[in-house]
């Protein structure tokens, strides 16, 4: 079962690949895992270089993907006086046939395809690149395949566009939601002249997408990979209720104005169960093999359920079948009814809004032995704290050292008590 953490996306000043990928190393993605990232990707000539840079007081992580030479995408420079403006070309976007060599989207989709990559990376990366393909075709007049990036910009989107969906996965974490997203304001220049903020392709790609004010920001705050990895990243607004568990990572973007920070913040974040209205979802199962229960139960959780109860019952004419009740919070609860639908034989679902009264709870983990840590569950009783060990992670440990579970699961209760309440366990 997943461990309940989730990542929100800030972007406050807008939105890119370079940026995500910054917040992600400083969340804690491993540094030298994207510097390998090229490699793995069939362009070990590409480098990626990690650094803390200050970003109007704040510290951030900046990444650079460069080419030999340091030659690098460059961000937009805004322009004040876009009639007064002279023509200086700079390669913005995708489809500009005029910076030869160039790679076009397709070539690019090949690359994720033949990559060492999970599934679920690989998935996600391709529908990104697609998105780019269809937006850019859709703006110059041509169709998806025959987009063409020039070479510099392309092998940074093929960076950024992989190691922003791939560092989540190595932060453990499949949930991700975003606030609403700065785009920028005023012009900025192009290949072809100077053109509104936001971008044409990302006007397109953000369709969808919570918009905030601009604030400050002045020029392209979200730029088109950093607008389709929103769009295949993020379920939406994040949960109505929530607590922070880490709500200090930030990426750095590649201009560094006066007036405001150019960053963006993941916070990881996890459920505030203790909400007090919730939706029970019900139903029952007489035709779908037992086997397939736990893959059910899953699911489930994966889409946001609090908890799921499973019983046996008795059906028309005697069948034996199952009960499944699923508690969810509001907010979660559409995405929890396809899950169930998707995962499940059933043709119909009872709902219904009910309260919760449950203790404020929270998670902890602790050393155990040979370096591995173990989750602890705590709640507040009113006559002080409980704690109960995660059954996976006492399962591992006894697995380890070869004693029972029930006696690692005695010890490790004892451990998490005296650490949460030196008092209370002095007295056991």
Not at 115 to 133: D, I, M, N, Q, Y
Not at 357 to 373: F, H, I, N, P, Y
Request: aromatic share 4%; glycine share 10%; proline share 8%.
């Amino acid at each position: 079962m997943p461990d309940g953490r989730f990542a929100i996306l800030d972007p406050v000043a807008g939105i890119s690949g370079d940026m995500i990928l910054g917040a992600l190393v400083a969340a804690g993605a491993p540094a030298d895992w994207l510097r390998q990232l090229p490699a793995r990707l069939g362009v070990p000539e590409v480098t990626v270089s990690v650094t803390e840079v200050d970003r109007c007081g704040l510290r951030a992580t900046k990444v650079d993907v460069m080419l030999p030479g340091g030659e690098q995408e460059q961000p937009s420079s805004p322009v004040h006086d876009p009639a007064h403006s002279h023509h200086h070309p700079v390669p913005h976007g995708n489809g500009s046939r005029s910076h030869p060599p160039h790679r076009h989207v397709g070539d690019l989709i090949a690359a994720v395809e033949r990559a060492p990559l999970s599934l679920w990376v690989k998935e996600r990366a391709v529908r990104a690149f697609k998105l780019l393909g269809e937006a850019e075709g859709q703006v110059h007049g041509i169709s998806a395949e025959q987009v063409a990036l020039h070479e510099v910009g392309a092998l940074d989107a093929l960076v950024d566009i992989v190691g922003a969906i791939e560092g989540f996965e190595r932060l453990g974490i499949n949930r991700i939601y975003n606030r609403p997203v700065a785009l920028g304001s005023g012009w900025v220049r192009a290949a072809h002249g100077v053109i509104p903020v936001p971008a044409p392709a990302t006007a397109i790609l953000i369709e969808g997408v919570d918009v905030g004010p601009n604030g400050p920001v002045v020029g392209e705050a979200t730029t088109p990979t950093g607008a389709a990895l929103l769009r295949v990243l993020s379920s939406g607004r994040p949960p109505a209720r929530w607590r922070a568990s880490a709500a200090g990572a930030w990426g750095a973007g590649g201009r560094n104005p006066e007036s405001y920070p150019n960053a963006l913040r993941i916070i990881v974040a996890e459920s505030a169960f203790e909400a007090g209205e919730v939706v029970l979802l019900s139903t029952d199962l007489d035709d779908l093999n037992p086997e397939y229960l736990d893959p059910l139960r899953e699911a489930l959780f994966s889409a946001g359920a609090l908890d799921v109860q499973l019983w046996t019952t008795h059906m028309k004419k005697g069948r034996p079948g199952f009960r499944l009740e699923v508690t969810v919070a509001p907010a979660e609860a559409d995405r929890t009814v396809d899950a169930l639908f998707r995962h499940s034989t059933t043709a119909g679902i009872r709902r219904q809004t009910a309260e919760r009264v449950t203790l404020a709870r929270r998670e902890v983990q602790m050393d155990a032995c040979e370096g591995m840590r173990v989750r602890v569950k705590v709640l507040d009783g009113p006559d002080g704290p409980r704690v109960k060990p995660e059954y996976d992670d006492v399962a591992a440990v006894a697995r380890r050292t070869g004693r029972p579970v029930h006696e690692v699961a005695r010890d490790l209760q004892y451990q998490a008590l005296r650490l949460v309440s030196p008092d209370t366990a002095t007295g056991l």
